[in-house]
T-cell receptor
Framework: SYVLTQPPSVSVAPGKTATITCGGH??????VHWYQHKPGQAPVVVIY???GRPSGIPERFSGSNSGNTATLTINRVEAGDEADYYC????????????FGTGTKVTVL | QVQLVESGGGVVLPGKSLRLSCAASGFTFSVYDMHWVRQAPGKGLEWVAV????????KYADSVKGRFTISRDSAKNTLFLQMNNLRPEDTATYYC???????????????WGLGTLVAV
């Protein structure tokens, strides 16, 4: 089955940039989606189809995808950005049709 | 506004059954495929099952295939997950999720519920 690997944690000071990676074999040919998940809340999609940003998501959130790594970038980080972040792809024929990354805890210092 | 509200979770013994429900509102339920996703305590998200908008197709993760059944009642705007022969490793918060686009399997989830906790 397809595996998506994320760093367990990322720490960033307010106002700085957080970069969250999602590694997978040839992930650049797949469409990657990113979710923000805060404790006790429903997950929220922050980036879809690599670079799309849903309405209501700040422009500070952006995505890219190439080669073996997809990346979620959060510019000018705010305290409210502290959450777990997951990447996700579709894996036709896999034992899980929809695969999530291992998740990254973003801590705002 | 879109709302998804899960219910039916609880504590059950291994080998027993549980039926989860997800009440949907704020969108045309019958148009969208619907999914269940779970999160074990301290772990990441795991996709569980999907049902097509017209209930003609259901697909499952290998870890639940043959034990779980996804269904929907579009007259009542409700999604279900029948879970049989539950195992301790099924302990998780179960979320229902709506797809963000129609006409393709390669989707993202644009709305999720708050989840319901199942402890086996």
């Amino acid at each position: 089955s397809y595996v998506l690997t994320q760093p367990p944690s990322v720490s960033v000071a307010p106002g700085k940039t957080a970069t969250i990676t999602c590694g997978g074999h040839n992930i650049g040919v797949r469409n990657v989606h990113w979710y923000q998940h805060k404790p006790g809340q429903a997950p929220v999609v922050v980036i879809y189809y690599d670079t799309g940003r849903p309405s209501g998501i700040p422009e500070r959130f952006s995505g890219s995808n190439s080669g073996n790594t997809a990346t979620l970038t959060i510019n000018r980080v705010e305290a409210g950005d502290e959450a777990d972040y997951y990447c996700q792809v579709w894996d036709r024929g896999g034992d899980h049709l929809y695969v999530f990354g291992t998740g990254t805890k973003v801590t705002v210092l | 506004q879109v709302q998804l509200v899960e219910s039916g979770g609880g504590v059950v013994l291994p080998g027993k059954s549980l039926r989860l429900s997800c009440a949907a509102s704020g969108f045309t339920f019958s148009v969208y495929d619907m999914h269940w996703v779970r999160q074990a305590p301290g772990k990441g998200l795991e996709w569980v099952a999907v049902i097509s908008h017209d209930a003609a197709s259901q697909k499952y993760a290998d870890s639940v295939k043959g034990r779980f059944t996804i269904s929907r009642d579009s007259a009542k705007n409700t999604l279900f997950l029948q879970m049989n022969n539950l195992r301790p490793e099924d302990t998780a918060t179960y979320y229902c999720a709506k797809v963000g686009i129609t006409g393709t399997d390669e989707v993202f989830f644009d709305f999720w519920g708050l989840g319901t906790l199942v402890a086996v």
